[in-house]
């Protein structure tokens, strides 16, 4: 049987509440990283830190922009650069970086960093600065600035098992790092996704995996335009994720962590002018949904691969 051991590294000011104590322990491998301002990160701050950090390795070789709130993302964008996906963050939801956790996956320089300064944005994580980034970022008050040290490519495969204590008992289990693969990757409509449609699909299912279930993303661009999870299924999800939209929906791509049950999702998207739908698929009502999305014209790509997050 495996053992693991735990060493304290110190007491945190509280938990998820102020009236919840916390502790900080070493298991033996985290990353390396240095907190250039600000105080140490807070127990709430670790929580939202590690899923903005969990979603930029997804992307470790693009420029992109990840936005978390309440330890989910809410925003997330690739672009040529940083400040181009910064644009379309703010164009997407002007709103949601404030008081956020924002993670970058390239360097950034002075120029970004002054359209930083603007928001009041709680922390940034990137793999790197200017030294000039810096002077500017630390002119933001409460900022905290975190540089990560150890390759993004490397956090990908960083370790393995997530445990959880339950009054049943200790549940330990294989990290999600399962991939899109050819052979579960499939066209299953009559209507293909063009090259760009399939394109804004992969990127939001690898976003749909950092989402609390049932996690629904409505992408376009290699943007996100809205994003749900917590609810109790998936048509809910894809209702409120349609209504963050700042702007139309049209020709917009929905992903969904977990299979679509019922032709309501279909129905609903096509209110809203979906153009195409990426899901695992799996259930005795996949010809159902795969009919519907064929009377309303709408492509749709099936993965054979489930991300349940709890």
Same mark, same amino acid.
């Given at each position: 049987?495996?053992?693991y051991?735990?060493?304290?590294i110190?007491? *945190? ?10 502790e900080?322990?070493?298991?033996g491998k ?6 250039l301002?600000?105080?140490?990160l807070?127990y ?10 969990e ?9 992109a ?6 330890a ?5 964008? %690739? ?8 644009d379309?963050? %703010?164009?997407?939801?002007? @709103? ?19 359209k930083?300064?603007? *928001? ?7 793999p ?5 980034a810096?002077?500017? %970022? ?6 905290? @600035?975190?540089k ?6 490397e956090?990908l ?13 200790? %549940?330990?289990?294989?990290k999600?790092?399962k991939?899109l ?15 760009k449609?399939v ?16 996690a ?5 661009d *290699? ?12 048509a809910?999800? &894809? ?6 939209v700042?702007d ?7 992903a969904?962590d977990?299979? &679509? ?6 129905e609903?998207a ?8 990426i ?28 991300? &349940?997050?709890h």
């Amino acid at each position: 049987m495996k053992s693991y051991t735990f060493e304290k590294i110190k007491d *945190l000011k509280y938990g998820e509440n102020p009236h919840q104590k916390a502790e900080l322990y070493h298991y033996g491998k985290e990353i390396d990283r240095i907190l250039l301002k600000g105080d140490e990160l807070s127990y709430n701050d670790v929580l939202n830190s590690t899923v903005a950090l969990e979603v930029a390795v997804e992307f470790f070789d693009v420029a992109a922009v990840i936005v978390v709130h309440q330890a989910n993302p809410c925003a997330v964008a %690739l672009s040529k650069d940083l400040s181009s996906a910064w644009d379309k963050i %703010l164009d997407s939801d002007p @709103i949601c970086p404030f008081g956020s956790v924002v993670a970058f996956t390239k360097k950034v320089d002075f120029e970004f960093a002054k359209k930083l300064s603007i *928001l009041p944005i709680k922390i940034i994580i990137a793999p790197d600065y200017t030294s000039d980034a810096v002077e500017e %970022l630390k002119k933001v008050q409460d900022l905290k @600035i975190i540089k990560i040290n150890t390759p993004y490519e490397e956090i990908l495969t960083f370790y393995n098992e997530e445990i959880k204590i339950t009054p049943f008992g200790v %549940l330990i289990q294989e990290k999600d790092k399962k991939e899109l693969t050819p052979e579960t990757f499939k066209v299953v409509t009559k209507k293909k996704p063009v090259q760009k449609e399939v394109e804004d699909m992969i990127f939001a299912f690898k976003v749909a995996k950092h989402v609390k279930s049932s996690a629904i993303v409505v992408a376009k661009d *290699l943007r996100t335009l809205g994003i749900c999870g917590g609810q109790m299924n998936s048509a809910k999800s &894809l209702e409120h994720a349609l209504q963050c939209v700042c702007d139309s929906p049209k020709d917009s791509i929905v992903a969904s962590d977990n299979t &679509l049950l019922t032709v309501d999702n279909i129905e609903i998207a096509v209110q809203n002018r979906v153009s195409g739908i990426i899901q695992p698929a799996g259930s005795i009502k996949d010809k159902e949904v795969i009919a519907a999305a064929d009377k309303y014209d709408i492509s749709m790509i099936t993965t054979g691969i489930r991300h &349940l997050k709890h």
